[in-house]
Structure formats: structure tokens, C-alpha cells
């Protein structure tokens, strides 16, 4: 490999929304905190929580009748 044009992977630790750390390497210095991660988002549970249930309704009452019948 050529040197001087790869970045720089520093070890960091990043902490999950139910608090677990793990560590890993990344070209970021400086360790991070996820507010979302496949243990709580429903795209991986594929739970679907009140939230996005609300938003399901206020978007089909916003633009349901540009919906093709």
C-alpha cells in the first residue's frame, strides 16, 4: 500500500443506547454515544413502536387523499 494517502484508525469506544461500551476502530478520534442501534431500531426488531405509529397516522391524514384510489 502506498503510504500517506490511508486515514489514520484510532481504537474508540462507543456506547449503545442500553449502555453497553464496545470498542472498535474508526478514523474518528474521539469516542461516541448512538441514539439509535439494531438492538432498539424496528428496521432490525421489526417492533413497531407507538412513535412511528403516530407518524404512520399523521402522514396518511396529511396526504391520504393523494393517494390513487
Known amino acids: ?3 500517506g494517502i490511508h486515514p489514520q484508525y484510532n481504537e474508540i469506544t ?3 443506547t442500553d449502555g453497553e461500551k ?3 476502530y474508526s478514523t474518528l478520534s474521539k469516542d461516541m454515544s448512538l441514539e439509535v442501534d439494531p438492538k432498539t431500531h ?3 426488531t421489526k417492533k413497531t413502536t407507538q ?4 407518524r404512520t397516522e399523521s402522514f396518511n391524514k396529511k396526504f391520504g387523499s ?3 384510489s
Open 1 to 3: 500500500m502506498k503510504k
Open 42 to 44: 424496528s428496521a432490525w
Open 14 to 16: 462507543v456506547t449503545m
Open 22 to 24: 464496545v470498542k472498535m
Open 51 to 54: 412513535k412511528a405509529t403516530g
Open 66 to 68: 393523494f393517494m390513487a
